[in-house]
């Protein structure tokens, strides 16, 4: 069996539970505003996060 490549591109789920915050409505209307993408956002977040998270430990 062949070990599987990472790739360049990302799907997420939304929980159910999490459906009624409304990320991805939000991130569209955010988006909008500082004439960033979706996916822009999203990056940015997460590397926002794995920085945080990182230096935690």
């Not at 991130?27 to 920085?51: H, M, P």
Request: net charge positive.
């Amino acid at each position: 069996m062949t070990r599987k490549e990472l790739t360049d591109k990302l799907s997420i789920y939304i929980p159910q539970g999490k459906i009624a915050k409304q990320p991805v409505e939000r991130l569209i209307n955010l988006g909008k505003k500082k004439d960033r993408s979706v996916n822009y956002l999203v990056v940015e977040a997460i590397i926002e996060y794995l920085d945080k998270e990182e230096t935690r430990n």
